[in-house]
């Protein structure tokens, strides 16, 4: 009898074992299937859009995010139509530097699908700085959760008739910039920002190898708070001198521009308001202008170039 009743016992707890890892194999299997349709909406929604550009630095702190929102006007009072992607969700900004407060929310439809936001002179803006309330709020996230929210942003976010897609990246080469290498179909390629100073340039050169690994082009570098003119005319390097050029020749890869610095950038930045617009006819926003120019030109006829990496 005792037998009986422990072998009874023992084969309902392998059945209920059973069952439950039968739950668990579903449950994983319901989640892949709606990751794969998720990647099948990116794709379809990416490549609607004629051309993406990934902003990346590695280095935090060159200003990156101002130099993409800046971009991202020039192209759009050069006659295109631009959306940005902010991407830095621990660090948002460029909602604010277009003059959208944080918690602005974006439109939710029926079908899941969200409106962006847009922004003078006619800029889509999609970021999570939109969706938290209030500045303080941070996101604590693991990768896994990271490349979900890049994967149902790509998927879901309506960014309608648009020429130019900048994608914002946060400092580094982790999970989303290798995300976006990997998701993105036909990414136009990266555009890489730095600043004059020895360390910048030597962290900006870990984004060259990322890139060149992804086998995805190099559009060109921007070399942001390049120098001071000051009011008398004298040209000061604060932050020295050259960098973004050494890295271009280096790794054979086109030198866009250098932005100088404005106090102005700052008091703008901060008042919400778009500094390109502000200041037109300003060093910077020229800057802006000619590098927008070039951009287009070497995307729209396909000129960008894979970077080759020496393998160590």
Not at 6 to 34: F, I, N, P, W
Not at 161 to 175: A, C, F, H, S
Not at 190 to 202: A, H, M, Q, R
Not at 280 to 295: M, N, V, Y
């Amino acid at each position: 009898m005792q037998k009986d009743a422990d072998k009874s016992l023992r084969m309902d707890h392998y059945r209920k074992s059973g069952e439950t890892q039968a739950g668990g194999y579903k449950a994983v299997a319901d989640r892949m299937k709606e990751i794969a349709k998720q990647q099948a909406m990116a794709t379809a929604n990416m490549m609607k859009i004629k051309y993406k550009l990934a902003i990346m630095s590695s280095k935090g702190g060159v200003g990156k995010s101002f130099v993409t929102s800046s971009l991202a006007a020039a192209l759009a009072v050069l006659g295109r139509k631009v959306g940005v992607l902010d991407l830095d969700f621990h660090g948002p900004s460029i909602h604010k530097m277009l003059g959208i407060p944080t918690g602005h929310g974006m439109l939710a439809r029926m079908d899941g699908t969200v409106d962006p936001i847009e922004a003078p002179p006619g800029i889509k803006v999609a970021s999570i700085g939109l969706l938290i309330p209030k500045d303080d709020v941070a996101l604590i996230w693991r990768g896994p959760i990271k490349a979900g929210a890049i994967r149902e942003l790509l998927a879901y976010v309506n960014w309608g008739p648009l020429e130019y897609l900048l994608v914002d990246l946060p400092p580094g080469t982790g999970d989303e910039h290798l995300t976006i290498a990997q998701s993105v179909p036909k990414l136009s390629g990266f555009i890489l920002v730095t600043i004059p100073s020895e360390v910048s340039k030597s962290v900006v050169k870990k984004a060259v190898a990322f890139i060149g690994k992804m086998k995805v082009p190099i559009v060109g570098i921007i070399e942001n708070m390049s120098y001071f003119r000051c009011p008398h005319g004298d040209t000061i390097h604060i932050f020295g001198k050259g960098a973004a050029k050494d890295i271009a020749e280096e790794y054979d890869i086109p030198f866009l521009g250098a932005i100088p610095i404005d106090p102005r950038i700052r008091e703008c930045n901060d008042a919400g308001k778009i500094f390109f617009l502000e200041y037109p006819e300003s060093e910077a926003a020229q800057a802006f202008r000619d590098i927008a120019r070039k951009i287009m030109e070497t995307v729209e006829e396909g000129k960008a170039k894979i970077p080759e990496i020496e393998e160590e």
